[in-house]
């Protein structure tokens, strides 16, 4: 299996990208008819970060940093043995009831709580428990004329969980 999650700016990513991470880690749709600068906008207010977790295109060459700066390093492939390796992560936190509460973990009966808001370092599998949760979001269905016209249901992602290099 390979790492294919890094960090980006806010401010270079494209729109593919921003609604993907509005969608997935927000629960927020992003229209195609929004600007880029538009969709920044929002993902910032919403999540209050200048950086986002992005899905790495596989075997693309690490862009050269800017004058001054290190440049990223690549994304390595994981371990068969992932059980003890560590994940430094942030959990951000959500308007929503419990939005600054920790998150509950579990695996295989092991159990911890992840506090929000703060860079921690958890064990892989907890990592796997944290990205695959899942939730319902319900938006409001309009018709032509903008009138409420049913319930619309997606899947998103339950916590808004960022990998830290």
Do not use: C
Not at 70 to 94: F, G, L, M
């Amino acid at each position: 299996m390979t790492d294919t999650t890094e960090t980006i700016a806010l401010s270079k990513a494209n729109k593919t990208q921003l609604q993907a991470f509005a969608r997935d880690h927000l629960g927020m749709t992003l229209e195609d008819t929004m600007t880029n600068e538009a969709m920044r906008a929002k993902v910032r207010q919403a999540a209050n970060r200048d950086s986002i977790p992005v899905v790495a295109e596989p075997n693309a060459p690490v862009p050269a940093a800017p004058e001054g700066e290190v440049a990223a390093a690549p994304i390595n492939v994981i371990s068969e043995d992932t059980e003890n390796e560590r994940v430094r992560i942030i959990i951000s936190a959500t308007e929503e009831p419990g939005g600054d509460e920790p998150v509950f973990v579990s695996v295989n009966g092991k159990a911890q709580y992840v506090p929000r808001g703060e860079e921690v370092e958890i064990r892989r599998p907890y990592y796997e428990v944290l990205m695959n949760a899942e939730t319902w979001r319900y938006d409001m269905r309009r018709d032509a004329n903008g009138n409420p016209d049913g319930m619309l249901r997606r899947k998103v992602l339950a916590y808004p969980v960022a990998r830290v290099a």
